[in-house]
């Protein structure tokens, strides 16, 4: 039975209660149940929040959320779930060669002696890396 509050549930999934009536407004969260006129709240829904965060975070709109969560709703998980998801995934790929070879940079940056980033651009362009 849910039991918990707005506040409850927004502190414990560590997002503002407006997030959580913006998810519910948005469809991405179900209606809460009501008592006393009052939300009432599943703990279950911190996973589910959780994974809204991530998708978010990551680059995912709204849109791709509603249809991540909605592909799960049938077994299997609808075409369009599955195109997304190949798309999606694809792109969270490039982004992590991308922050790679930025960690990289930054690494070598840091151990770098070099005076001027251009000296130290093309060391790491001739030999791999700046140390």
Known sequence: MPNLSIGTLAAKAD??????RYYESIGLLPPPERKNGQRRYSENLIERITFIKIAQQTGFTIPEI???LQGFET???SEQWEEMAREKRAQLEEKK????SMI???????NCKCLTWSECFMKIKSTGTCS
């Open 15 to 20: 997002i503002n209660a407006s997030t959580l």
């Open 97 to 100: 060669k991308q922050i790679n």
């Open 104 to 110: 990289q940079i930054l690494d070598d940056g840091l």
């Open 66 to 68: 509603g249809v991540l």
């Open 75 to 77: 077994l299997p998980p």
